[in-house]
């Protein structure tokens, strides 16, 4: 029990630590402003931004704006996981289907997707539906070449010790091959969930439709920089709960 | 004593006459094609391994042991000969043997338990049935207070025998053992030995364990099958007729010292061939392992 409250006590520093850093980082960067040494017309002061908060949840509001963000980019991130565990496995599947577009796969992930904004406008509207998909195919990536790693990397060993069971086909892939892949997936998922979560938030902005982006883009546009910045804590908030979210599923999935 | 008492009214309980084989190994051959060019690993080997005895097969690494293991496991296929279980050929994975794998093949995702239980959830028993069943097997390797573990939480040995558990679970009626001790301690694999010799006197379970410790072979068999080093034949075949049930304090007798001894001989010759083999190989080509 020792070990188990040694663990709890560096995870408290570790946060702690962590919590620390910020606020530190946050009172260096306020003194270089006020002393002059950074412009204030460049960088907001720390303090006025954590003073327009009260602003934006009044008259911006930012509580439903941050939910349809994060909405939006829960849609794109699940349609991600699934479709693309689906097709990972199917790759792994079919050799021949893996040999024809692997590197197509691969080379789609370096894409700058979000500039063919327009054309998903024209099929699904300016909607949020246009930013889900683009946050979905920008995402998917990952979570494909990944899936076909994970898979084609169980060691043989243990799929033998199913075989030796007489497990079939079906089981074999279920009860073994498949949570022996899920670390690697979850790699997979989470490096997807990045993509996806900046493509939403870069849509809303770049279509002015949606949630924290477009917010962003209409405080920038008024010369708001206390505002603009108080924005952007919300998407990285966005993020950090999506990747706790992540983190707890996989620990459901597979405890160590 | 009460596990020897139990193994004895088994053993009476069998129908006498000529031991029955449980697995019949008939001018088994294998052959790989490797980018060297083809390698006979196995070379028309044949014993047989009666009803509830233990045998072990012997051999210094590389000699084709696990070759053997695995085609008699029906994983691998494209040899030449036959291996019997009972009246059937094996040609894939057969019901009546139970694997455990020279590798480590515990399942790091699962808790000891449900390691264990796997081959009952396979074949659709209840969870709080295979539980309790799986406990029975957990206990059986010592591993009790152990079941809400993972894998990653023991040491090699412990997971070792969660493996041993798990495919005693399956409850075969042949089980087969490719060097499960291979990565432990002295001490440790003497011990094991011992749970391995009282859990196959109880079970009456047919063995067959692959192995290149001779103390071990001698400890636990009834005859040994020394093999040849590459490629891969049976050298001689030695019963074993040591006292049962045995303990792991027969290695200090002198008869155990004399089968060893004996075992040492077949082997020492076929030991130095292959050290021999993998120094020449070594300088030939300095910068690749083979
Ligand atoms: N899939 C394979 N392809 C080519 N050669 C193989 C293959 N499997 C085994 N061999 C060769 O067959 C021979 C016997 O291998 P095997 O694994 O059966 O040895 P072993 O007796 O189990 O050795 P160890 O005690 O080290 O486990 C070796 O020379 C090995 O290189
Ligand atoms: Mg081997």
Redesign the pocket.
């Known amino acids: 029990m020792t070990r188990s409250r040694f663990r709890l006590d560096t995870d408290v520093l570790a946060r702690v630590a962590g919590a620390a850093s910020i606020v530190i980082l946050l009172a260096v960067v306020e003194i270089l402003l006020r002393t002059g040494m950074l412009n204030v017309y460049v960088m907001p002061l720390p303090s006025a931004v954590l003073g327009s908060f009260g602003r934006l949840f009044m008259e911006e509001h930012l509580l439903r704006r941050f939910l349809l963000t994060f909405a939006e980019a829960l849609a794109a991130g699940l349609l991600v996981a699934v479709v693309g565990v689906a097709v990972g496995a199917a790759l792994y599947r079919w050799k021949l289907l893996r040999a024809a577009i692997e590197t197509w796969v691969a080379a789609f992930a370096a894409a700058p997707l979000v500039l063919a904004y327009p054309l998903f406008m024209v099929i699904f509207g300016r909607s949020a539906l246009t930013i889900i998909m683009l946050g979905f195919l920008a995402g998917i990536a990952p979570v494909i070449l990944k899936t076909v790693e994970g898979l084609a990397g169980v060691r043989p060993t243990l799929l033998n010790v199913g075989r030796a069971f007489k497990l079939n086909g079906r089981a074999l892939f279920w009860k073994v091959q498949f949570p022996a892949a899920v670390p690697t997936i979850f790699v997979g998922i989470r490096l997807s969930l990045i993509f996806s979560l900046i493509n939403v938030v870069g849509l809303e902005f770049l279509i002015n439709f949606g949630g924290l982006g477009q917010l962003i883009n209409e405080l920038a546009e008024q010369y708001d920089l206390p505002g603009t910045f108080a924005a952007i804590c919300f998407v990285v908030i966005v993020s950090v709960v999506f990747f706790v979210a992540v983190e707890r599923l996989e620990r459901w999935l597979r405890p160590t | 004593m009460k596990s020897g008492a139990v193994a004895k009214a088994a053993l009476a309980a069998e129908p006498s006459g000529s031991p029955t084989s449980a697995l019949a190994i008939q001018n088994l051959s ?1 052959r ?3 980018s060297e060019g083809p ?1 006979t ?2 070379d028309d080997m044949s014993f047989d391994v009666p009803v509830g005895s233990f045998v072990s097969l012997i ?12 085609i008699v496991g029906g994983l ?1 296929t494209g040899h030449a000969g036959s291996v019997r279980v009972g009246a059937e050929t094996v040609a894939g994975p057969h019901r009546a043997i139970g694997m455990v794998f ?1 590798e480590e093949s515990t399942f790091p995702w699962r808790t000891v338990i449900d390691n264990v239980a796997f081959p009952l959830e396979i074949s659709g028993i209840g969870r709080d049935e295979r539980h309790e069943q799986a406990r029975h097997f957990i206990n059986m390797v010592g591993l009790h207070g152990f079941e809400r573990r993972y894998p990653s939480e023991l040491s090699g040995g412990m997971r070792q025998r969660v493996a041993i558990a798990r495919t005693l679970a399956f409850q075969p009626s042949i089980l087969l053992m ?2 499960p001790f ?1 990565a432990l301690d002295e001490q440790t694999r003497l011990l094991l030995g011992d749970k391995i010799l009282q859990i196959q006197q109880d079970l009456k379970q047919t063995t067959m364990l ?1 192995t ?1 410790n001779i103390t071990e072979a001698v400890q636990l068999s009834d005859r040994i099958v020394v ?1 040849t080093y ?1 490629p ?1 034949k049976v050298k001689r075949i030695i019963d074993v007729d040591l006292p049962r049930p045995r303990t792991s304090e027969v290695i200090t007798s002198t008869a155990f010292g004399a089968y060893v001894a004996e075992v040492w001989n077949d082997l020492r010759e076929e030991a130095s061939r292959g050290m021999a083999d993998a120094e020449s190989a070594s300088q030939m080509r300095p910068s690749r392992r ?1």
């Open positions: 294998m790989f094609e490797t390698v690993a196995v051999g210094p690494s590389g000699c084709g042991k696990s070759t053997v293991f695995n691998l020279q490719d060097e291979a692959i290149h093999m590459r891969g083979s």
